[in-house]
């Protein structure tokens, strides 16, 4: 069974950091594709990033380029999702998620229940 | 970048009645086109992707079709248990969601 287990959330002040980590289980985690989407309380879905299965390529949402870093460790069989400069904006619960299969463009099949962020003074 | 816009935003309709749900992309997509439901305090399920094909274990009355711009998700006969927000999301290049549809019971 495929198992995505977030971790890592909580409350930072704006302009600080967090790292939020995706322990995944039950399948082959070194030959996916992983992604990060958000969801702010009450709004809808956003996708953040993604990483390829080897870590070597990545892309963001506009809305985090620079500030957002995601990386794998496939030993570990985790995600990450380095976050700095927070801003108010990026409260939200985040989600890891894996593909339907292992190509780039698939939708995502399995989700993790999710890690709450929130920044606020 | 590539926008998907869903109509309507919400919707109320009786157990038994057909809904239909319209996503439009800016520029066309080819079929890389998913559907999503979300409910309430729930994680996304994944219900149709490739415009059409419905995923494993997903009940038969709901449908996608459409290709190119345009995007319907169909339910045939709505359920008390399909109270949930729908969400469209095109997964070639730059994934990107819908503003998301609110389905309720009238």
């Known amino acids: 069974e495929v198992q995505l287990v977030e971790s890592g959330g909580g409350l930072v002040q704006p302009g600080g950091s967090l790292r939020l980590s995706c322990a995944a289980s039950g399948f ?11 969801q ?8 953040v990033s993604r990483i390829s299965s080897d870590g070597s390529s990545t892309s963001y949402a506009d809305s985090v380029k620079g500030r957002f870093t995601i990386s794998r460790d496939n030993a570990k069989n985790t995600l990450y999702l380095q976050m700095n400069s927070l ?8 989600y890891c998620a894996r593909g339907v299969t292992v190509a780039v463009t698939t939708p995502l099949e399995h989700w993790g229940q999710g890690t709450l962020v929130t920044v606020s003074s | 970048d590539i926008q998907m816009t869903q109509s309507p935003s919400s919707l109320s309709a009786s157990v038994g009645d057909r809904v239909t749900i ?4 800016s520029q066309g997509i080819s079929n890389y086109l998913a559907w999503y439901q979300q409910k ?3 994680v996304p399920k994944l219900l149709i992707y490739a415009a059409s094909t419905l995923q494993s274990g997903v009940p038969s009355r709901f449908s996608g079709s459409g290709s190119g711009t345009d995007f319907t998700l169909t339910i045939s006969s709505l359920q008390p248990e399909d109270v949930a927000t729908y969400y469209c999301q095109k997964y070639n290049s730059a994934p990107t969601f819908g503003q998301g549809t609110k389905v309720e019971i009238k």
């Open chain 1, 87 to 94: 801003r108010a904006e990026d409260t939200a619960v985040y």
């Open chain 1, 40 to 47: 702010a309380p009450g709004k809808g879905l956003v996708w």
């Open chain 2, 22 to 25: 319209t996503c439009r992309a």
């Open chain 1, 28 to 38: 082959t985690f070194s030959t996916y594709w992983m992604h990060w989407v958000r």
């Open chain 2, 40 to 42: 309430p305090g729930k």
